[in-house]
């Protein structure tokens, strides 16, 4: 944003009539803004910046982000002057209108930023939640299959174990069973066939 200061007078405000008002002053201020006149800007500048921060305030309620909305309006001003249509209202209220506007921008901005970030935090607040609970449903599940190994015949519980929990191979569990292979497929098929039964009970 580029901070607007009073532009250096290049030669002093015309005088307005003395019959004039002060819509028609400002009105006037503003057609010479439009064709690039600084001294007619820092005139109005003058003029219009205590009401316009008027507004943005009673918007706004900070100070601090209220003067900064403000030198944005009136930075518009000095860019859009030629905008300004006087059938349509009083110059000032041209003017404090954008101000108005502004305002009201940067309220909504703050807060899609605010809903944006609350959506976030949720977002990880469930996917937090999400993972603590598969830990504990997998801790659940083994603590069954652990109870349920429990139930089966030594045998059966040795070879399943072996082959299943340990990941050895069928013939590795022979030799470290010292049975033969066929016998362990038969101890291993004979649990795994008890196992489903008690862990669809429990």
Do not use: C
Request: net charge neutral; proline share 5%; glycine share 4%.
């Amino acid at each position: 944003m580029n901070a607007i200061t009073h532009p250096p007078t290049a030669q002093p405000p015309t005088a307005q009539p003395p019959t004039a008002t002060i819509a028609e002053i400002e009105a006037h201020l503003l057609a010479r803004v439009a064709a690039g006149d600084r001294a007619a800007f820092a005139e109005l500048y003058d003029r219009m910046m205590p009401r316009v921060l008027g507004i943005v305030i009673r918007v706004l309620r900070d100070v601090a982000q209220s003067e900064e909305v403000a030198q944005d309006v009136l930075l518009e001003i000095w860019q859009l002057a030629g905008r300004f249509d006087p059938e349509r209202g009083s110059a000032a209220g041209w003017m404090l209108r954008k101000a108005h506007s502004r305002a009201i921008d940067r309220v909504r901005s703050a807060q899609s930023s605010f809903e944006r970030d609350s959506r976030i935090g949720i977002r990880d607040l469930n996917e937090h939640q999400d993972a603590v609970e598969d830990i504990v449903e997998t801790r659940i599940e083994s603590e069954r299959v652990v109870r349920a190994l429990a139930v089966l015949p030594q045998a059966q519980r040795e070879a399943v174990t072996l082959a299943h929990l340990n990941g050895y191979s069928h013939r590795e569990v022979a030799e470290l069973l010292h049975i033969p292979v066929g016998t362990v497929k038969t101890r291993i098929h004979a649990g795994i066939g008890r196992l489903r039964a008690e862990l669809s009970i429990a």
